[in-house]
Every structure is written in C-alpha cells, then in structure tokens.
C-alpha cells in the first residue's frame, strides 16, 4: 500500500503562486508516474500534470507554462509549482501515485487539497 500526503493549498489572490507538495510512503518501491489531478465544484476530476521517475512531464493544455511539476525519487515526493493563477484554477488538486502497469486512473490517490483563487 502506498500512502501519500499533500500540502501546499490555500487562498491565493489572482495572479498569485502556490506550490503543492505530495510526499509517498508505504510500498514505494516500483512506483512510476506521480502527477495532480484536479476537480473544481460541479465538474469532473481532470489530470494536470504528471512526471515519470526519469523526469518526462506531461501537462494539460490549461497549464502548460503557468505550472511546473517536479519530482525528488530519493523522497517519493513530487511538487507543483503553480505561477499566475486565476479562479478557473480554483478546485481539490489529488496526488496521484501510479505503479508500473497502471492505467489512469489507476493506482494511489491522495485525500486532496484545496486551492481557491480568489481576490
């Protein structure tokens, strides 16, 4: 089983930054794509961002160049970094773990944190 927690959300103003952290324990080993999720009110969980262990990222198109993912294997800990940010960003971003072999939306998720933009 793998656990993992995130930290990092909160209330931010318009054009403001957070960085969001999730940090794995349990059966770390074999874990592949780690990445966030995101599920504003009223609509549905859409990925963000992912990064494979040898730092291959993936982004959704809504973010590309305002957010960076990052990813430190010797702390199972992967971090997003997310510059100008507006209210359409605002939703519960999850922490998803995947291990070799899992197909989205398979593997581990987080509880999930919230970010809300807003002046």
């Known amino acids: 089983q793998v656990h993992l927690v995130e930290s990092g959300g909160g209330l931010v103003q318009p054009g403001g930054s957070l960085r969001l952290s999730c940090a794995a324990s349990g059966s770390v080993q074999n874990i592949d794509a780690m990445g966030w999720d995101r599920q504003a009110p009223g609509g549905q969980r859409e990925y963000v961002a992912y990064i494979t262990p040898g730092g291959k990222t993936m982004y959704h198109d809504s973010v590309k160049d305002r957010f960076t993912i990052s990813r430190d294997n010797a702390k199972n800990t992967v971090y997003l970094q997310m510059n100008s940010l507006s209210p359409e960003d605002t939703a519960v971003y999850y922490c998803?773990?995947?291990?070799?072999?899992?197909?989205?939306?398979?593997?581990?998720w987080g509880q999930g944190t919230q970010v809300t933009v807003s002046s």
């Open positions: 998803r773990a995947a291990k070799s072999g899992d197909a989205y939306p398979s593997g581990y």
